[in-house]
């Protein structure tokens, strides 16, 4: 794997979720004016989906199928994150151990990543988020399989299994460990 080549696709992927952040942030307002959609400021004061009450929205006023079309913007800019997650693991697994990985499980990439770097991702994700490492470790297994999981829109996905501001706080931590 040539390290340039994975370095430009996150970056093609990063400005990609940038732009679908905002779309989805637009969009998505209407229905936090309805009190169904949770927006929090941080970390590092950027926005950041973290709830959707989707048992309000489906018994509101608004139109569904808007509502419905609004929300499932997060879709792509979600699976885009999760992969961008993955291709940064597998950079800082070439630059730290010298070997490619395959494979999409963002947990197990995680743990084959030397100790030093792990403590230092944890600490700084426990720090953006204000949770501690037995949360930690039980997110990174929640969220796992996103990639995988989200990338067929026309299998079941399960909305419970994914906490965006998990991933963008591990992603950003992520990324400040790449030379």
Do not use: C
Not at 61 to 70: F, G, H, M, R, Y
Not at 105 to 133: C, H, M
């Amino acid at each position: 794997m040539d390290q340039d080549k994975l370095r430009q696709t996150i970056k093609i992927f990063e400005m990609s979720i940038d732009l679908l952040e905002q779309k989805s942030l637009e969009g998505l307002s209407r229905l936090q004016d309805h009190n169904q959609l949770q927006i929090d400021e941080k970390p590092s004061d950027s926005k950041f989906i973290t709830t959707i009450n989707f048992a309000e929205v489906e018994n509101s006023d608004t139109n569904i199928a808007e509502s419905t079309k609004k929300m499932f913007q997060l879709l792509p800019q979600t699976l885009l994150l999760s992969f961008i997650i993955e291709l940064t693991l597998k950079l800082l697994l070439i630059q730290s151990i010298g070997k490619p990985f395959r494979g999409h499980d963002i947990n197990s990439l995680f743990k084959k990543l030397p100790i030093n770097n792990k403590k230092a991702i944890i600490e700084d994700v426990k720090k953006l988020i204000g949770i501690g490492t037995t949360e930690f470790d039980e997110m990174l297994k929640t969220n796992n399989r996103v990639f995988e999981q989200w990338r067929y829109h026309f299998e079941p996905i399960d909305l419970s299994q994914v906490d965006l501001l998990f991933l963008k706080s591990f992603y950003l931590a992520l990324r400040e460990k790449v030379n």
